[in-house]
């Protein structure tokens, strides 16, 4: 089981931005795919797809609802996967997960991954 450790959560104005990070402990992002999830407030059982980052090749994915908002980034000198969220809307509030899977594409569904942070909050006031 590879740990994933998340940071970067907190209190955020509306069209404010904010960063989160996650790194695997022990481990390096090689051959792994990466992904955020976030779980919004009532929605305990909806986790939805926010961004995914693919390693080997650099290919990244956005859901419909932050793309052009959201940035997804890796450093390998880091061993850091990054989701830089801009222009953030008080709906953007959630519990952010980070999440990867070994040799294989990023996926909108969370049965693919295998590996999960403890999440981060992000809350967005107006």
């Known amino acids: 089981q590879v740990q994933l450790v998340e940071s970067g959560g907190g209190l955020v104005q509306a069209g404010g931005s904010r960063e989160l990070s996650c790194a695997p402990a022990?481990?390096?992002?090689?051959?792994?795919?990466t992904a955020w999830f976030r779980q919004a407030p009532g929605k305990e059982r909806d986790f939805e797809f926010v961004?995914?980052?693919?390693?080997?090749?650099?290919?990244?994915y956005y859901a419909d609802s932050v793309k052009g908002r959201f940035t997804v980034s890796g450093n390998s000198a880091q061993n850091t996967v990054f989701l830089r969220m801009s222009s953030l809307k008080p709906e953007d509030t959630a519990v952010y997960y980070c999440?990867?899977?070994?040799?294989?594409?990023?996926?909108?569904?969370?049965?693919?991954?295998?590996?999960w942070g403890q999440g981060t909050q992000v809350v967005v006031f107006s």
């Open positions: 961004a995914g980052l693919n390693w080997n090749n650099g290919n990244t």
């Open positions: 022990g481990r390096t992002f090689v051959a792994y795919s």
């Open positions: 999440a990867a899977v070994y040799h294989a594409d990023v996926a909108t569904s969370i049965e693919v991954y295998e590996h």
